[in-house]
């Protein structure tokens, strides 16, 4: 959260471009990397199986291990962009083009960036939604 804040305040200081991003249903897009089974919920259980059970191909919210495959997931997907995570602090990510730069900074499920190039900024935000 202190890299999260600090990468605002320098984008206030320096007049640099920033955004704020949720990233919706985020435990959702990270596939399990074990074999989790489930009971069927109330409500969409299966008529002729009820006593069938679900094995789960996505992290659910809830689930121990969901924040690292979430995190394992988001950094797969910056790192095929060309980002590049710092060894100092693992949530926060740097693109670099000349004299181009953009910074992702992780929390959970919210990402900031900021970047001193608004054309830079753009083509990073779909990236960002396409994880």
């Given at each position: 959260m202190?890299?999260?804040r600090?990468?605002?305040?320098i984008?206030?200081?320096?007049?640099?471009?920033?955004?704020?991003?949720?990233?919706c249903?985020?435990?959702?897009?990270?596939?399990?990397?074990?074999?989790?089974?489930m009971?069927?919920p109330?409500?969409?259980?299966?008529?002729?199986?009820?006593?069938y059970?679900?094995?789960?191909?996505?992290?659910?919210?809830?689930?121990?291990?969901?924040?690292?495959?979430?995190?394992d997931?988001?950094?797969?997907?910056?790192?095929?962009?060309g980002?590049?995570r710092?060894?100092?602090d693992?949530?926060v990510?740097?693109?670099?083009?000349?004299?181009?730069i953009?910074?992702?900074?992780?929390?959970?499920?919210?990402l900031?960036?900021?970047?001193?190039?608004?054309?830079?900024?753009?083509r990073?935000?779909p990236c960002s939604?396409?994880?």
């Amino acid at each position: 959260m202190k890299s999260f804040r600090t990468l605002v305040a320098i984008a206030a200081a320096e007049g640099k471009d920033d955004t704020h991003m949720d990233v919706c249903t985020a435990f959702l897009n990270a596939p399990c990397e074990e074999d989790i089974y489930m009971r069927q919920p109330p409500g969409a259980a299966c008529t002729k199986h009820p006593h069938y059970v679900w094995k789960l191909l996505k992290c659910i919210y809830g689930l121990k291990n969901a924040p690292q495959n979430w995190a394992d997931t988001l950094h797969r997907a910056l790192s095929r962009y060309g980002f590049i995570r710092l060894e100092s602090d693992q949530a926060v990510y740097l693109l670099r083009s000349g004299s181009k730069i953009c910074a992702i900074s992780a929390h959970v499920d919210d990402l900031c960036i900021v970047s001193n190039d608004k054309l830079l900024m753009q083509r990073t935000k779909p990236c960002s939604t396409n994880l």
